[in-house]
């Protein structure tokens, strides 16, 4: 990732250094540090930079020009033109326009836009692109930050509670980092407010085989296959389950089952 110098700053937003100066010490930012403690800025930092100087001079309160500065930071990519950009405070909202796009910096949502002048009695209505959905931007943080993803996937719930793929995807991240407890309680709240889902129901059985509650994965197998008698992975799994639990005629049949489903894939 690119840094930028505090020259090349002055130079790319149009800005004295004592503003800069000023916006730093005013926490709408923290560079990083480079050779002999000089400032470092990234592309959001530069992002940041300008909405700060631009919001201020609107009088939008501190406070909010921070919570809007950390939310735009995130929904940021890397690097694009900075003319890209342009934002703006619409009565006491943060507003990004992104080409034809505007939306809300603290909340993500797209607003309608329009064009033309209405006090002439010109005006035309566009539909803005969709806005990339908590669940769609919490798997593309997966292997990335796998921090940001769990807020994404409970922002994506909190939206959504019906929708049990964000719910089955973020009990997997939890149980992946090691919050077993915290994995258990989505598990079970999911299965709650959306019922018996095959997978939902094979993930808590591998989260409960791991915290070494054997007796509990095999019923959690057991009703995922209840649910999908297809499930060729739950099959094996709850085979050697009941192999461990001194079940022996119960692990032949299931995985006789499984090598049937697996023969006829």
């Not at 539909?127 to 669940?135: D, E, L, R, Y």
């Not at 973020?170 to 018996?196: D, F, K, S």
Request: glycine share 6%; proline share 4%.
């Amino acid at each position: 990732m690119r840094r930028y110098g505090v020259r090349e700053v002055e130079k790319l937003l149009r800005l004295p250094r004592s503003t800069i100066r000023a916006l730093v010490a005013a926490g709408f930012v923290t560079p990083g540090r480079g050779p002999r403690n000089a400032w470092l800025f990234s592309f959001q930092d530069l992002i940041a930079l300008r909405t700060a100087q631009a919001l201020a001079a609107a009088k939008v309160p501190a406070r909010r020009i921070t919570r809007s500065i950390k939310a735009l930071k995130r929904r940021l990519p890397d690097a694009m033109p900075l003319s890209g950009l342009s934002i703006s405070a619409v009565a006491d909202r943060v507003v990004v326009k992104e080409g034809v796009n505007r939306w809300q910096a603290e909340s993500g949502q797209y607003l309608l836009g329009f064009e033309g002048d209405p006090a002439a009695g010109s005006l035309s209505v566009f539909q803005a692109k969709p806005q990339q959905s908590w669940f769609e931007r919490a798997e593309a943080l997966e292997e990335s930050d796998s921090v940001e993803a769990i807020d994404a996937y409970r922002r994506a719930i909190a939206a959504d509670p019906a929708r049990v793929e964000a719910r089955i995807n973020l009990g997997r991240l939890l149980h992946n980092t090691g919050r077993l407890v915290q994995a258990e309680g989505l598990y079970r709240e999911a299965i709650v407010a959306c019922g018996n889902d095959a997978l939902l129901l094979f993930n808590f059985g591998v989260l409960l085989d791991d915290m070494k509650r054997k007796h509990e994965a095999a019923e959690a197998y057991e009703e995922a296959l209840r649910t999908d008698p297809a499930f060729a992975d739950c099959c094996y799994n709850l085979a050697l389950l009941c192999e461990e639990l001194g079940r022996p005629r119960d692990a032949i049949r299931h995985m006789a089952r499984y090598r049937r489903l697996r023969r006829g894939q």
